[in-house]
């Protein structure tokens, strides 16, 4: 059988597991068996691609060998590595590993545009030029913005980088960067020496890390997300440029489901991904949000759990914070204690709880919370009215009452579970600091509010006793 019908046909077979992949990977149920076969999918198009060996010619056979051997040494390499890394990886640090997974997509797309840029005997026609330096620099700014944002949230680099008309310097850098791109592509024809590549790539990666330092830590999730769309739109473009179909349809796929997930999670803050990425939103603290009404009450973590012990109902809404204190597996043994006491118990999750998105419901199924305990908030937000209880842990904007009322917040707007209308709600929070948007909470002051303050960890642990040495002496 001919070569390249063979390469077609594994091309094919990839992009049809690729998106299979991709459509199981839309019900938590079935998302780990999508992702096996998105990765079967990976692996026939990278075995496929050493099947071009067998289309060269004689020639060219030595050279093409040794660019073989680096290959799979490179493969054994990055495959060893990304098994290790994967298995060590904590869950709470998921956000920082896919963080530099994606950034790594975006670079191996940068480098194809490199390559083929710097490579004479390249046909270098005008369109697949503009496609090459198009791809070069949204892979090259994914790579460098990628970078940043696992560094931000590994805490390699802590706080916010704003520097007065720092829009405007982003913008000259920014336009710069695409000014050699059109000279590559209009005045040198492709053939650009090595010097205006260099400074085309070096413009792309500052800009990169200009555009993401000044973004704070809460909004990750959207940049991760942003990010993600970038590596998928590059890796598509250098598909094109290298006529490779299963680049090409990889690339559309998760740049199209990136730039959807970008938008559905700016939707759910209630921001455009413009005011993400330009704003300093958040930064002041001095946001004016009116008197709030009542104080703030402290309670013990022994008594709340006793009152979610003989509760009917609790819904949980769980937070950044959960995972900071790892404490999912000891939330999970808590909520095990009260549905064998006969009360119901049900997880609400925000879009954007978390690091990353879905970020809450990995850190549940990974202590092994049932996918039947856990609700979106589309689906969990009108049962608040029924529940005894809420629990919070962790969560700060995205339980504040304010966004539903008061237009001077700047979380005006921003859909939010409605734990406030729960007969008694506990926070656990280890003190009385302010969510990432720079204002106070009003549940916090609520009258059927009480703070549960500690670690989340040390707090279920106590939660965990109580309940056990209420049992013991019945």
Not at 28 to 41: D, E, F, N, Q
Not at 155 to 182: D, P, S
Not at 184 to 195: E, L, Y
Request: aromatic share 8%.
């Amino acid at each position: 059988m001919n070569t390249q019908i063979i390469i077609d046909a594994s091309y094919f077979a990839a992009a049809f597991l690729f998106i299979y992949g991709l459509k199981r990977m839309s019900s938590p149920v079935t998302a780990r068996s999508g992702i096996v076969v998105a990765g079967v999918g990976m692996l026939v198009a990278t075995l496929a691609s050493f099947l071009y060996v067998f289309g060269i010619n004689d020639a060219a056979q030595p050279h093409l060998n040794t660019n073989v051997i680096l290959a799979a040494v490179a493969l054994v390499i990055g495959t060893g590595w990304a098994w290790w890394s994967g298995k060590k990886v904590a869950m709470t640090a998921m956000p920082q590993m896919v963080a530099l997974y994606n950034g790594m997509g975006g670079g191996a797309a940068a480098a194809i545009a490199a390559v083929e840029l710097l490579r004479a005997s390249a046909v270098h026609e005008t369109v697949s030029l503009i496609v090459t330096v198009i791809g070069a620099l949204i892979g090259a700014i994914s790579l460098a913005g990628s970078l940043i944002a696992w560094a931000k949230l590994d805490g390699k680099i802590n706080g916010t980088w704003r520097i007065k008309g720092q829009q405007a310097f982003n913008g000259m850098v920014f336009f710069a960067t695409l000014a050699i791109g059109l000279y590559i592509v209009f005045a040198a024809h492709g053939h650009a020496s090595i010097a205006i590549v260099a400074a085309f790539f070096i413009g792309a990666l500052c800009f990169g890390v200009l555009m993401t330092m000044p973004i704070g830590g809460a909004d990750m999730p959207v940049v991760i997300s942003l990010y993600n769309a970038f590596t998928g739109l590059a890796v598509g473009f250098e598909g094109y440029v290298l006529q490779n179909p299963a680049l090409m349809i990889a690339g559309m796929v998760v740049g199209s489901a990136g730039t959807l997930l970008t938008l559905l999670m700016a939707k759910a803050m209630n921001r455009s991904v413009s005011n993400v990425i330009f704003s300093n939103f958040g930064t002041t603290g001095n946001e004016q949000q009116g008197e709030i009404k009542g104080s703030m009450k402290a309670a013990e973590a022994g008594d709340a759990a006793v009152n979610m012990r003989y509760a009917s109902k609790v819904i949980i809404a769980p937070g950044y914070g959960l995972a900071v204190a790892q404490a999912q597996h000891k939330l999970f043994e808590f909520v095990k204690l009260l549905t064998d006491a006969g009360v119901e118990v049900k997880f609400a999750i925000h879009p954007v709880a978390g690091r990353m998105p879905g970020h809450m419901n990995v850190l549940l199924a990974e202590a092994g919370v049932p996918y039947d305990m856990i609700y979106d908030l589309e689906d969990i937000n009108t049962e608040f009215k029924e529940a005894d209880v809420a629990m919070v842990i962790g969560a700060n904007d995205t339980v504040n009452p304010a966004a539903r009322h008061n237009k001077s917040s700047p979380i005006y707007g921003m859909p939010i579970l409605n734990v406030d209308q729960a007969k008694q709600v506990y926070v656990i929070k280890r003190g009385q600091g302010k969510g990432y948007s720079g204002v106070e909470n009003e549940l916090f002051f609520a009258d059927n509010c009480n703070l549960v303050y500690g670690d989340a960890l040390k707090v279920m642990v106590t939660m965990i006793q109580a309940i056990k040495s209420l049992e013991g002496g019945h």
